[in-house]
């Protein structure tokens, strides 16, 4: 376990537990917090033993509520409290990891709740959850590439009812979005996240990067250019499975 102040690191068996810890603030995502972030996602991006990583929330009522609104309103205005958070390129980082990322969801996704689960591979949600975009409400949009991940999962339409209007989304509407990939019961969310890890963990770390390339990557290419480089992915794996025989 590593000695963070507002995020729990932990590795067992393969799998890394980045788990936001400000429970009493409902693990608002404050400047310590993009700190260590960045510092548990070099970590983990570069750890052979880390095959597959979850996040959760800390606490029974969040996931994230979102930016620190008290470091919004010490801030000399929102647009600095912004760009603070810019300074370093945690989203970036967050987008290059090329290992399996499960989110176990629960309570509040906020903000940047929702934007953290947006960089993660698989949602799996709790039937409490409820996300929201309240931004532009506050007058801002989203800084952690919310703008961008969230149309690439629920579509265009439905992100920007959720952006323009602030109005928040619920489980049963989440998984309608296909904004999480499946809805548990509170006491099932982590027992479900991790069978789902186990399972992920045995197969080759290579094919499991390669396989998560071939999408991420290739929806942002057109469909001939993603052939190209699934067929490139396919080969170097193929090369590398016969190397290694
Ligand atoms: N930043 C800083 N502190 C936050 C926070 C945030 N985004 N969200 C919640 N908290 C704090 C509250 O100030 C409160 O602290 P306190 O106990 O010292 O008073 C504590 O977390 C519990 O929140 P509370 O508002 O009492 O819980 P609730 O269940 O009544 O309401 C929310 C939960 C999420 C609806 C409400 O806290 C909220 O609207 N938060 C702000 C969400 C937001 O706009 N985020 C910014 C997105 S860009």
């Not at 993660?120 to 931004?135: K, L, S």
């Not at 109005?167 to 049963?172: P, S």
């Not at 006491?187 to 996240?193: C, R």
């Amino acid at each position: 376990m590593s000695n963070f102040e507002v995020i729990i690191y932990e590795k067992r068996d393969g799998v890394g537990y980045v788990t936001l810890s400000r429970p009493k603030a409902l693990n608002a995502y404050n400047i310590q917090m993009r700190d260590e972030l960045y510092q548990v996602l070099g970590a983990l991006k570069d750890d052979p033993e880390v095959r597959v990583v979850i996040f959760k929330g800390a606490g029974e009522k969040a996931f994230c509520a979102g930016a620190d609104l008290t470091e919004f309103l010490t801030a000399p205005s929102p647009i600095i409290a912004r760009q603070v958070r810019w300074e370093r390129p945690v989203w970036e980082l967050f987008l290059s990891i090329n290992k399996p990322i499960i989110a176990a969801l629960h309570g509040y996704v906020l903000g940047d709740g929702v934007e953290i689960a947006m960089c993660c591979d698989i949602r799996i949600a709790a039937e409490d959850v409820q996300f929201g975009v309240p931004e532009t409400g506050l007058g801002i949009i989203p800084a952690a590439g919310g703008s961008q991940t969230l149309p690439r999962v629920i579509g265009r339409a439905k992100t920007l009812g959720m952006l323009l209007s602030g109005r928040w989304v619920k489980a049963e509407e989440a998984l309608r979005l296909k904004l999480v990939n499946q809805v548990v019961s509170r006491d099932d969310l982590l027992p479900v996240v991790e069978e789902l890890a186990g399972r992920i963990k045995a197969y080759r770390p290579l094919a499991l990067s390669y396989a998560k390339q071939a999408v991420t990557r290739g929806l942002d290419m057109g469909l001939g250019q993603g052939l190209e480089l699934e067929a490139r992915l396919g080969r170097a794996l193929i090369s590398s499975k016969q190397k290694r025989e």
